[in-house]
């Protein structure tokens, strides 16, 4: 909460901080990155990202930094628009040689230059849809030119009026006068107009990754980053990869002819034309976003001869792929495939500039698309200076970067091999080609490990595992954008067989972390721990014991679920149980470095059946937020973030089956008691109702056999304006003759001590209004003359009287004789029964509060017992632990609820959700609102009948 504003990325920055991968680097060199520790030491890091495939010659290439230092010393221009650029030419000539070498026989190409791959994936699409607009035209020229021919043709009686007509739609006779044939020829027409406004259509492969702006993501696979502007940009249909078969049916099915008329034989023939629809095919030679999977050769070959036959122009994405990464400088050299554009980037720029070139066949290229097309910064003198002497360093010595790049390529993967070998059951797959290279790890969705799962389920697991390797081995990998399982590694030509040691090493301990569902490594270095040993350092087995799988049991009743906050070191501990070794600051610490990604893996559902013959499944849905940043969030008035998280986890239960839902932990102060969240089919409830009811059972049982009648007594809650405190105010005042209300002193809390002490009054004349004994306040205002009006008159009950009897109690009474409110919590030494039921984690009673003889009903925390430490030392003190009730036929509380319970009991908030879920519709109390007698005495009345009962420990 206290962390610096941050301008750019706020959001990405941060979620790479919850990893510990929002590092600083200070300096690069090769496949290398440092940065400064707390001592301003530099720390070496093993960079496998590489610029996301942008250093194929390593961060800072000498003679490219020498040569970046020499242009600007010397004032080369690098914004000169509109001028010659002989070096732009040379690099175009260079790539040409290149191409010429790689895949003989290929025809010169053109060269256009942009910013960035994404630019460049743009520029060719843009191409594409030119050139087949001017075919489109030239087309229909062609078809002009033809129909004059052949109405020439007829009217001097060298051709006979055609006699079919059956490509025509609909009823259109064969003509046999002039006049016929010219409505012949407007019929045609207008059929061809009809199709000549088709869309164009695009295609590109599943997997695709080509970029993320408007146009170029549109190619893009991944609906994540796809979805939201499909509207924007042109419609693209994607194919299976390696399946020619599947292409070449989609071109067919997306086929549209238009019609001809030309003079074949002496006589005028209705032919038809294909319409120039298709408008291209991007493919990448290796898809790198996609899991590094590569096409083959016949599907390259076969796909080459479809668009030959329907003049679909091919583009290849040579982008992460080119400029020698797999070993040659193309990777669709290694398959043969001959593209109509190639795009390259990315280590185009040696590392320094950016730049990226779009390559056009000469016989594709249309030269009018200059006049049409232009991009300020692209050719530039600079980058396009860069890009040539990046080129030049890639060709030196007959190409030796590429061979180096292919040994490299194959000793990294040699090793990924053998760790695949070694860990079949962690390692899935090892993809790639030169220094394009992936490693698959296992699906660990259904991990024993809570935090392992978690981060599967999230799609983020490669994000923990790069941020164990980043951290403890100073290893900096990177994911893909589409296999959330896949760790990318494309280091530059310069690794060393040391550092591919140090990988092995790294990945090692990453796979025994996974076999044995060791989470501890993995959080240890984000708890704040800095260089401190952790507390173990050996990998442990944490895999459960095998089991003989059970017979499915027969489903519930009734699905119920339960949103559990705050996080408590106990709960992370009982959570997982790999990170036991780990201290309270520690556990802490790793929650708050998690705060962006609040969501834990759902606990396995826990059953609880109920005499009447229903049975209900609850299933805790943790969120990983500590009660300390939970009051940061209401302190900085931010609790509509943690609404945010409610709507997703409540949501997240509607889906799972759950038709009720318990907001465990205090979230009803949060979301206005479940009012604020806006989730159809779901009953929401906080559960304070028979977390009230069994307290007040509980103490008045106490505090009978101690002190007799309770009508002379006086009760405080700590805690008063809090929905479960001003529930047994209201509640209790019904039996005991004064009420003292205590408050935090913080912002907001007298006006809520103010609503609880209205409360009272409001509740006390419901009583009186409804007939029947009276005892405690109830009694004592009954004969208040206000209240004995009332009375006489025949009030309701239900009309708001709170605000009246506190105005004629001030009037009447210079001290209020039976509601005190304050935030001293002294006066809570004036009070024989005490409940203390405020939401902090730490005591806030010790023992020179509470009176001699008096009982304590802890219900703070939450239920965990925050007071009971505070009192040990007064043996006179009577301690009941509020807000728990004990369930006889289920002796283990789910995981999840509270690590502070015991055998056998639940805590009543838990215990009022499932009540509501055994209960079924029909039998529910109102849920909402304030807890009144008759709702409270409803809930407590089922809870019972389903086998809950108030506990006095």
Not at 39 to 63: F, K, Q, R, T
Not at 598 to 611: G, I, Q, T
Not at 935 to 946: C, K, M, Q, S, T
Request: aromatic share 6%.
């Amino acid at each position: 909460m206290n962390a610096p504003i941050r301008y750019a990325e706020a959001l990405l920055t941060g979620m790479l901080g919850t990893f510990g991968l929002d590092i600083e680097y200070v300096r690069a060199e090769k496949n290398t990155l440092y940065y400064l520790d707390e001592d301003g030491a530099e720390v070496p890091v093993l960079d496998l990202i590489g610029g996301w495939g942008s250093l194929m010659l390593g961060h800072n290439h000498p003679e490219i930094v020498s040569y970046a230092k020499e242009l600007l010393d010397t004032g080369w221009p690098t914004h000169s628009q509109h001028s010659s650029h002989p070096v732009a030419d040379q690099v175009g000539a260079a790539l040409n040689q290149i191409i010429g070498r790689e895949l003989p026989g290929a025809e010169p190409y053109t060269i256009t230059f942009a910013n960035s791959g994404a630019e460049g994936i743009e520029t060719a699409v843009k191409h594409c849809e030119f050139d087949r607009v001017l075919r489109l035209k030239t087309l229909f020229e062609e078809i002009e030119w033809n129909a004059d021919v052949a109405l020439k043709a007829v009217l001097g009686g060298s051709a006979a009026l055609p006699d079919d007509t059956s490509l025509l739609p609909g009823e259109v006779p064969a003509p046999t006068t002039i006049e016929e044939f010219g409505a012949l020829l407007g019929a045609v027409a207008e059929h061809n107009i009809a199709r000549a406004g088709t869309s164009p259509v695009f295609f590109a492969l599943e997997r695709a990754f080509h970029g993320k702006l408007v146009g170029s993501l549109q190619f893009t696979f991944n609906p994540i980053f796809r979805a939201a502007f499909a509207s924007l940009g042109p419609a693209v249909n994607f194919v299976p990869p390696n399946d020619a078969e599947a292409f070449e049916s989609a071109v067919a099915a997306h086929r549209v002819t238009v019609l001809d008329v030309q003079v074949v034989d002496g006589k005028v023939t209705l032919v038809e034309r294909d319409l120039p629809v298709i408008a291209g095919l991007i493919v990448e030679p290796i898809q790198g976003e996609g899991g590094i999977h590569a096409l083959t050769a016949e599907f390259a070959a076969r796909i080459r001869q479809i668009c030959d036959t329907v003049q679909c122009p091919i583009v290849v994405d040579e982008i992460q792929s080119g400029m020698g990464r797999t070993g040659k400088f193309l990777a669709s050299s290694h398959i043969g495939l001959l593209g109509d554009y190639f795009v390259l980037g990315k280590s185009l720029g040696g590392g320094i500039a950016k730049s990226s070139v779009i390559l056009i066949r000469q016989s594709r290229y249309r030269p009018e698309f200059e006049l049409v097309h232009s991009s300020t910064f692209a050719k530039d003198g600079f980058s396009t200076a860069i890009a040539r002497r990046t080129i030049e360093i890639l060709e030196a010595d007959d190409g030796a970067a590429y061979d180096r790049a292919a040994e490299r390529g194959e000793r990294i993967l040699g090793m990924l091999r053998e760790l695949a070998a070694e860990f079949p059951d962690v390692v899935v797959d090892v993809r790639g080609k030169g220094l394009l290279i992936g490693v698959e790890f296992a699906d660990q969705s259904q991990a024993s490990s809570p935090v392992i799962r978690e981060k599967a389920r999230a799609g983020l697991l490669v994000f923990q595992l790069g941020s164990y390797l980043e951290l403890a081995h100073h290893i900096r990998t990177g994911p893909t954008a589409s296999v959330p399982t896949m760790l990318r590694i494309e280091p530059s030509i310069h690794i060393s067989d040391q550092e591919i040691e140090q990988m092995r090493t790294g990945l090692t301990e990453v796979c025994r972390i996974l076999r044995h569902q060791d989470a501890l490594p993995l959080v240890y270095p984000l708890s704040g721990a800095g260089g401190q040993q952790a507390p173990r350092t050996e990998v442990e087995d944490f895999r459960p014991a095998a089991v003989e799988e059970a017979a499915p049991a027969e489903p519930a009743t009734a699905k119920v679920g339960l949103i559990s906050y705050p996080l408590t070191p106990d709960m992370l501990r009982e959570f997982d149980p790999s990170l036991a070794a780990l201290d309270d600051d520690r556990l802490l610490g790793y929650a708050r470095r998690s705060e962006l990604l609040k969501d834990l893996p759902a606990f396995a559902p826990v059953r609880y059946e109920s005499p009447q013959g229903t049975s209900a499944d609850l299933t805790v849905y943790p969120l990983l937020v500590t009660q300390q940043q939970l009051r940061e969030y209401q302190v900085a008035g931010q609790t509509f973030l943690i609404g945010i998280d409610l709507d997703r986890r409540v949501r997240a239960a509607r889906a799972d089956g759950c038709q009720t839902v318990g907001l465990g932990f205090g979230l009803g102060s949060v979301s206005d008691h479940g009012r604020a969240l806006r989730v159809p089919g779901i009953t929401l409830t906080t559960g304070s109702a028979l977390a009230a009811g069994s307290a007040l059972a509980a103490v008045e049982s106490a505090a009978t056999e101690r002190f007799g009648d309770l009508g002379e007594l006086t009760m405080a809650v700590v805690g008063g304006g809090g929905q479960i405190g001003s529930a047994l105010a209201a509640l209790g005042a019904g039996q005991f003759g004064k009420i003292v209300l205590v408050g935090s002193g913080r912002p907001g809390s007298a006006e809520r001590l103010r609503a609880a002490e209205l409360g009272i009054y409001q509740e006390a004349w419901s009583r009186i209004a409804a007939g029947g004994e009276l005892g405690g306040i109830p009694a004592a205002l009954a004969a208040e003359p206000l209240v004995a009006g009332w009375l006489a008159e025949g009030r309701s009950g239900d009309e708001p009287s709170g605000a009246a009897i506190a105005a004629h109690l001030a009037d009447a009474h210079d001290v209020n004789p039976f509601v005190v409110t304050t935030d001293d919590l002294l006066s809570v030494g004036n009070a024989q029964v005490v409940f203390s039921a405020h939401s902090s984690a730490v005591p806030v009673l010790d023992e020179k509060h509470l009176a001699d003889g008096s009982i304590l009903c802890d219900l703070s925390f939450f239920g965990t017992g925050a007071e009971a430490n505070a009192i040990s030392a007064r043996d006179d003190i009577r301690y009941v632990r509020g807000g728990i009730v004990s369930v006889s036929n289920h002796p283990t509380p789910p995981r999840g609820v509270s690590a502070s319970l015991g055998a056998g009991e639940l805590l009543a908030g838990v215990a009022e959700a499932i009540t509501l879920a055994l209960s079924g519709s029909s039998a529910r109390p109102t849920d909402g609102g304030a807890s009144t007698r008759a709702r409270v005495d409803a809930i407590v009345g089922l809870a019972r009948e389903h086998g809950f009962e108030t506990t006095t420990t």
